[in-house]
């Protein structure tokens, strides 16, 4: 529960300190499309068919690549959506539970009571960097996490280690910060799951680890006033999966004669995941244009678009390193999902950085 209220905690900073700084834009919740196709998960998948233009080739490219990569990470060498009979009571289970209203607190618990005072640290126009330096500090084991994440060779920004949190401010700024803190509270959660798939959760981190990196590029050249908000949506787009994940696995726990079967995470996961993300910011009075981002509205919307291109940009890496897709065919399904060359090749760098 403590974890969970960190992570309330921590989406609501970022979408305070974005929003703070954005202005309100309108905006609804949707539930988004999915074209999750079936196929082989030991490779990154081919579109059926013609690619569509625009942005719908980026939201079926990103749908195709990330059924590879969970299937991958179910350990299912190849799969289809056939569902065995004896399945069935699972994935009816596991639906009712994700459509429940209210959203029972065993995944969604309520926002904590500590928000309002990081609220106003990063609300405060007038307050001091280090303010919220300080109210991090409190917390050790926090402060221990923010300073590996600012060390780590995807957030690193200096050659001197960061060695306090008054020095991240100094290296990362306030908004650097910021978006430590979200990722470090995030990341207890995704710990390991059930024997049968205990690889699903750490592979989902390190891909929402660098989608929220690419999706931050991407969002550099194409919104750059939303790049905090572009990074807090990776971070809250992952919680999607994970929730959706976790309700199934429940199931199978109340099914031990069952062997967990990876279409049925695959469909609840296809058909949630985008859904229960965007509830979980509703629930926790997210801005409307970051519920309305993660439905994927409205259409053609640049911080939608950078969203996504983090998700498929990070996935794509995921399956590169795994061995499951070469540079080269990684470079065509970016190109195809209307990935500029020169963008794609900044954010591959920065998932990749040249070793010391």
């Not at 109210?135 to 060779?153: E, F, H, K, M, Y």
């Amino acid at each position: 529960m403590l974890i969970w209220v960190a992570i309330a905690a921590a989406v609501a900073i970022g979408a305070a300190l974005w929003w703070s700084r954005r202005g309100v834009a309108a905006g609804s919740s949707a539930s988004p499309a999915r074209n999750a196709a079936a196929g082989n998960g030991a490779a990154a998948a081919e579109s059926p068919g013609a690619a569509p233009a625009g942005e719908d080739a980026l939201a079926a490219e990103l749908g195709t690549q990330s059924t590879a990569l969970w299937a991958s990470a179910l350990s299912a060498a190849s799969f289809d959506y056939a569902i065995p009979p004896e399945h069935e009571p699972v994935m009816l289970a596991a639906r009712k539970a994700l459509a429940a209203d209210p959203l029972s607190d065993k995944y969604f618990p309520r926002r904590p009571m500590l928000m309002p005072q990081l609220l106003a640290a990063v609300n405060d126009p007038d307050a001091p960097p280090l303010k919220l330096a300080g109210i991090i500090s409190q917390d050790p084991v926090l402060t221990g996490n923010i300073l590996r994440l600012a060390n780590s060779v995807y957030f690193r920004l200096s050659a001197e280690p960061v060695e306090s949190i008054q020095r991240a401010v100094v290296v990362c700024g306030t908004d650097g910060l910021q978006s430590l803190a979200a990722t470090a509270l995030v990341q207890p959660v995704f710990r390991g799951g059930a024997a049968e798939h205990n690889r699903f959760p750490a592979v989902l981190w390190e891909r929402c680890t660098q989608a929220s990196i690419a999706a931050e590029v991407c969002a550099r050249q194409w919104c750059p006033a939303d790049r905090q908000a572009a990074q807090l949506l990776a971070l809250l787009s992952a919680l999607g999966p994970l929730v959706t994940y976790r309700v199934v696995e429940d199931q199978y726990r109340a099914q031990p004669e069952l062997r967990p079967a990876p279409a049925v995470f695959l469909q609840v996961i296809d058909r949630y995941a985008g859904v229960m993300a965007a509830r979980i910011a509703t629930l926790w009075q997210s801005p409307p244009r970051i519920v309305a981002a993660l439905g994927g509205e409205p259409p053609g919307d640049a911080l939608v678009r950078a969203l996504r291109a983090g998700e498929l940009l990070a996935t794509l890496s995921l399956l590169a390193a795994a061995g499951r897709a070469t540079d080269e065919e990684c470079a065509a399904r970016a190109a195809a999902a209307g990935i500029p060359a020169r963008l794609y090749e900044t954010a591959w760098t920065r998932l990749h950085p040249p070793q010391d």
